[in-house]
């Protein structure tokens, strides 16, 4: 986030998000180098900090999640 509050990224949420406000939100990060990934609390938008993947290991995350394992 920017220190004028706003934020430079869009950040979208879930289809799976829980009533309760249990959710998560992924964003695409624009950067030096390679764009990456970054994954935050829904509940939490404010707070720091959120995890940031690069091209592999958000393929990695995603072929996982995809396939079920733990």
């Known amino acids: ?3 004028d509050g706003a934020d430079p990224v869009r950040w979208l949420r879930s289809g799976y998000c829980q009533p309760n ?3 998560v ?3 695409r990060v624009e ?3 390679t764009p990456s990934a970054a994954i935050r609390d ?3 938008p404010e707070a720091e900090p959120y995890l940031r993947l690069g091209p592999a290991a958000w393929r990695s995350l995603l072929t996982k999640l995809k396939s079920g394992e733990p």
């Open 25 to 27: 939100e992924v964003a």
């Open 1 to 3: 986030m920017r220190a």
């Open 31 to 33: 950067g030096p180098g």
């Open 42 to 44: 829904g509940t939490l």
């Open 21 to 23: 406000g249990a959710c």
